[in-house]
């Protein structure tokens, strides 16, 4: 539906995880946390048929206790983890439908 923002995303996926492994190689004192958040109730995630728009404050909460416990990627809130392993999953043929 987005290709420029999936684009974006993907590269963002990729560049954390080059951060992250050079962080690690330069002594490991820096922790990167890669955050993949679902609909958060913003200005931004306005329109029809949204759903799981989930509280900033909730998001936050989870933001940040992904961080203190040094978390390399999270999904919030956690229920989006469950669409990210059926996305990852979907063949192509169920993918180009959605």
């Not at 290709?3 to 330069?26: D, G, H, V, W």
């Not at 728009?53 to 989006?80: G, L």
Request: some cysteine; overall charge positive.
């Amino acid at each position: 539906m987005a290709p420029a923002y999936s684009a974006t995303k993907a590269y963002q996926i990729n560049y954390m995880e080059a951060l992250r492994k050079k962080a690690f190689k330069a002594g490991g004192k820096v922790i990167v946390t890669d955050i993949r958040p679902g609909l958060v109730n913003t200005a931004m995630a306005k329109g029809e048929g949204l759903f799981w728009v989930m509280p900033v404050e909730k998001v936050a909460s989870q933001i940040c206790a992904a961080i203190r416990k040094r978390k390399s990627k999270v999904y919030v809130t956690k229920r989006w983890h469950v669409l990210a392993i059926i996305n990852k999953n979907l063949s192509f043929t169920l993918y180009k439908r959605m």
